[in-house]
């Protein structure tokens, strides 16, 4: 639970990184219920927001991500549905070349 708590928190502070990097917000407090939008994004911030997520995160974020949830505790949740899919993947593709590696010394 600690562990998953701690990464949660990465991932908050790494989010609001993102989005403080496009938006100047000065000190404002940012809450998950924000939209994007009404911070002041527009189309063309959600491009460099776009661009900021995925390289913060390294996974693909598209801009159609930041129109379809413009909501920033949305966002962030596909965020982390995208990061969780990552995971998944990057650990089947080792269990895969495992199982090559084993097949092949047999």
Not at 26 to 50: K, M, V
Not at 60 to 66: A, Q
Not at 82 to 102: D, Y
Request: hydrophobic share 40%.
């Amino acid at each position: 639970v600690i562990c998953g708590e701690f990464k949660s928190k990465i991932v908050h502070f790494r989010f609001e990184e993102s989005v403080r990097s496009v938006i100047p917000l000065s000190d404002e407090t940012l809450e998950l219920s924000d939209s994007f939008f009404s911070l002041g994004g527009h189309s063309l911030l959600s491009a460099r927001f776009a661009y900021s997520l995925s390289k913060r995160f390294q996974i693909s974020i598209e801009i159609s991500d930041i129109f379809n949830y413009p909501n920033l505790r949305t966002l962030m949740a596909r965020i982390v549905d995208k990061l969780k899919t990552k995971l998944v993947n990057e650990n089947n593709t080792s269990i895969i070349v495992k199982l090559r590696e084993v097949r092949n010394s047999l």
